[in-house]
């Protein structure tokens, strides 16, 4: 093999890593987390991810499947909740962006951090575990017009926030991507009103075509009867 080629193997097996991001706080996140859980606290525009982690001296998780880079406030909090210091470093591999967790001994706890996103929430699954969606607070799903989950989660259950709360346990190697499309709890009432308002106006317009109809045609009728009208 020639050896560009081999070079060209050797990027794209190893990815375009990089490093330097700043890392966040664990005030910012809801931790501890749960053991062999991963749980996404969704809110509108951001996700943040909470991983449990067992007896690990390096973590390296797939974040997107598009290459994208969007990564921020990395932590990691043993069980007991102290702060623990890690490397860092994340990159791309096939188009698929990854991120890793280096530390200087075996570690046991959760690590966490945030990315942006939309209503629409999707991620690929690549290792058994349990999974929970945490959806805002006030909005919901299931609604086969305004959205649903896919696979239809095992459980589903409220938090002490009110929040919905989807529970699949050990999903993968099952399904290979969990998807969450949510909706303001209020959606389904005011979507039924607005049809009512349309209902009501469909049938004001049609009785005033109506009776335009009959007045013209009573006036053809006085008409071609030789009668004004």
Do not use: H
């Not at 998780?61 to 069980?79: E, K, Q, T």
């Not at 959806?135 to 919901?140: F, K």
């Not at 209020?186 to 009512?196: E, T």
Request: aromatic letters at 14%; one cysteine or more; hydrophobic letters at 40%.
């Amino acid at each position: 093999m020639k050896p560009y080629l081999i070079l060209l193997l050797v990027i794209l097996a190893a990815g375009c890593i990089t490093t330097g991001i700043d890392t966040g706080a664990p005030r910012q996140y809801e931790l501890p987390g749960i053991n062999n859980t991963t749980i996404y606290y969704l809110n509108l525009s951001t996700i943040q991810v909470v991983e449990s982690v067992t007896n690990q001296t390096s973590v390296k998780l797939i974040i997107g499947d598009s290459g994208d880079m969007d990564f921020r406030d990395p932590v990691a909090v043993d069980y007991a909740g102290n702060n623990v210091t890690f490397n860092f470093s994340k990159g791309a591999i096939f188009g698929r962006s990854f991120v890793r967790f280096d530390f200087n001994s075996s570690f046991s706890g959760f690590i966490a951090y945030t990315q942006s996103d939309g209503q629409d929430f999707t991620r690929q699954l690549t290792d058994n575990g349990s999974v929970r969606v945490v959806l805002p607070e006030g909005y919901t799903t299931g609604s086969n017009f305004l959205g649903i989950a896919q696979p239809p989660p095992d459980n589903i259950t409220t938090d002490s926030k009110g929040r919905d709360v989807l529970i699949w346990n050990n999903p993968y190697p099952k399904y290979q991507t969990i998807s969450v499309k949510y909706y303001y709890r209020d959606a389904p009432a005011a979507l039924l009103y607005f049809f009512i308002f349309l209902l009501i106006a469909a049938v004001v317009i049609f009785g005033y075509y109506r009776l335009s109809i009959r007045a013209l045609k009573k006036k053809r009728d006085m008409v071609e009867k030789g009668k004004k009208p």
